[in-house]
Every structure is written in C-alpha cells, then in structure tokens.
C-alpha cells in the first residue's frame, strides 16, 4: 500500500470480527517493531501476544477496550536498558517503545489489518496480571483484527487541524 494512503486511512478500530490475524501478517507486523529505531540502538521493547482465550479475558478484566480483538500486543519496555539523557530527568523507554509500537501500527494497516492503540488501562496491573519481568513496563496495548462489518473511523477520524496550527518554522 502506498505509504501517504496508510497514515491518512488508518484509524482507531472500535469493533472487531472474530476473524484471526493471519500469522505471516502478525509476522510482519511483529517485524516492523522490531527493526524501528530505538535510542543506542538498545532495542529494549518487549511485545507480549495475546491470542489464547485465557490470556484474552485475563485483559477483558483489565480494560474495557478490547472491542473484541482477537488479538492484543502489550508493548513493553526494559527500563534498566534504556537511555538516560544528559539532564538525567528521563529516559529513552517511553518514546522508544512508542515508536515501536507505531511502526506496528502502521504496518498492521499495510497489512490489511485494523487496530487501536489502547492506553486505558493501569501499566502496573497489566504487568502483574501477566507475570512480567519487575525491570519491564508497560507503555500500551495494540489491538489487532479485521472491523466488524459496518465499523470505521469515529466521525471526527478526518478532522485536523491546519498545518499552520501545529507547525512552527523558527
């Protein structure tokens, strides 16, 4: 797909099918977060794949927005491998796991393959929910799937504000 037609059409899936994600297109998105770049190149993202019924209503009793995914990618990060930037006031995870899971994002469109960036949950309980390592956190959820028939983007999905809005030139 062309790139422009991606960024512009992807959109928020609110309501899925229960079809499965095939697995050479979790593949590929899967790939597509593990070549984006990361601050060093540490690489300190961990994805984590729900698709068994027990791991799926485990997160159903941890956020109401699952929409009924058949697939969910928790996004995680090792906060004792990132990088400390020189003020010492923060760290590459967040921004590094972000794009990470951005590139995923926009590579499940590629693929034909609706999602949704879900951060209404609590990082700490997902975490403990699932058993993950204590040095690892938890940056957001992806859903993945195909829409429901008669699903798309909210009606304010084409609504932008002007380049001028959001755009300085010094």
């Known amino acids: 797909m062309e790139f422009t037609d991606v960024i ?6 609110k309501r899925y099918s229960d079809r499965a994600v095939e697995e050479d297109k979790l593949t590929a998105i899967l790939e597509a977060g593990r070549v984006a770049p990361t601050a060093k190149n540490l690489q300190e993202q961990h994805v984590y794949v729900l698709q068994s019924a027990e791991a799926l209503e ?3 009793g941890l956020t109401p927005c699952r929409y009924g995914a058949p697939t969910v990618l928790l996004v ?7 990088y400390t930037y020189p003020s010492s006031e923060r760290t590459s995870g967040v921004e590094d796991a972000s794009i990470v899971a951005t590139h995923m994002i926009l590579a499940a469109a590629n693929e034909g393959v609706d999602s949704c960036w879900v951060n209404r949950l609590n990082p700490d309980e997902v ?4 058993g993950l390592p204590g040095n690892e956190v938890v ?7 195909y829409a429901a028939e008669g ?4 009606p304010n999905h084409a609504s932008r504000k002007e380049l001028a809005e959001t755009v300085t030139r010094l």
């Not at 699903?151 to 909210?154: D, N």
């Open 8 to 13: 512009k059409n992807r959109y928020s899936c």
């Open 58 to 60: 485990k997160f159903n």
């Open 76 to 82: 995680a990060f090792d906060s004792e491998n990132v």
């Open 127 to 130: 975490a403990k929910a699932f």
């Open 139 to 145: 940056l957001c959820a992806i859903d993945l799937g």
């Open 151 to 154: 699903t798309g983007p909210l």
